[in-house]
T-cell receptor, first 114, second 114 residues
Framework: GDSVTQMEGPVTLSEEAFLTINCTYT??????LFWYVQYPGEGLQLLLK?????DKGSNKGFEATYRKETTSFHLEKGSVQVSDSAVYFC?????????????FGKGTKLSVIP | SAVISQKPSRDICQRGTSLTIQCQVD?????MFWYRQQPGQSLTLIAT?????????ESGFVIDKFPISRPNLTFSTLTVSNMSPEDSSIYLC???????????FGPGTRLTVL
């Protein structure tokens, strides 16, 4: 079935460092792809999404490009801030007719230190 | 975007008791989902709740343990029955916005079972 493989954490970076969190997927066809963020003590928020190949999703300085050739959707940010400390989840819709639930990666915990 | 609230936000319960978690959405939605997030883990779908029909449970989850109600298009409850410490998790509800091809999550209910 469809699945998401996400870079293991935790990741610790200094403020203003460059961030990459790798995500690759296995899916039938070309599903939409999502990055969700979970700040400490909170629920999940959609960070960005891409709905088709070569789309770039972006939000709050984060970017991810839907690469069908490499089946990847890596999350990047050029200069992280302490406030970006959170757990990041890559996700895609589960396969199957009428199926709208999401399949999540294991999550990558990011800690940004001043 | 849908705004979702959950009650309670957190609770500490004794082994063998039950807890009912409420999920309220500010708009009418067809499908609602309940997820479990065990400590330090990713999200696992418990069940899908459609208004007017029985909930559909994922492998490993049963109705006797996690009964779900969906009385209308804006509300759902999940009960965690006969709790044990292994049920200590964050429980999140979400809704599917088909028009925007996104899922929105509630803030979660953090449950600790002693």
């Amino acid at each position: 079935g469809d699945s998401v493989t996400q870079m293991e954490g935790p990741v610790t970076l200094s403020e203003e460092a460059f961030l990459t969190i790798n995500c690759t997927y296995t899916a039938t066809g070309y599903p939409s792809l999502f990055w969700y963020v979970q700040y400490p003590g909170e629920g999940l928020q959609l960070l960005l999404k891409a709905t088709k190949a070569d789309d770039k999703g972006s939000n709050k300085g984060f970017e991810a490009t839907y690469r069908k050739e490499t089946t990847s959707f890596h999350l990047e940010k050029g200069s992280v801030q302490v406030s970006d400390s959170a757990v990041y989840f890559c996700a895609l819709p589960a396969s199957g007719a009428g199926s709208y639930q999401l399949t999540f990666g294991k999550g990558t915990k990011l800690s940004v230190i001043p | 975007s849908a705004v979702i609230s959950q009650k309670p936000s957190r609770d500490i319960c004794q082994r063998g008791t039950s807890l009912t978690i409420q999920c309220q959405v500010d708009s009418q939605v067809t499908m609602m989902f309940w997820y479990r997030q065990q400590p330090g883990q990713s999200l696992t779908l418990i069940a899908t709740a459609n208004q007017g029909s029985e909930a559909t449970y994922e492998s490993g989850f049963v109705i006797d343990k996690f009964p779900i109600s969906r009385p209308n298009l804006t509300f759902s409850t999940l009960t965690v029955s006969n709790m044990s410490p292994e049920d200590s998790s964050i429980y999140l509800c979400s809704v599917d916005d088909r028009g925007r091809n996104e899922q929105f999550f509630g803030p979660g209910t953090r449950l600790t079972v002693l």
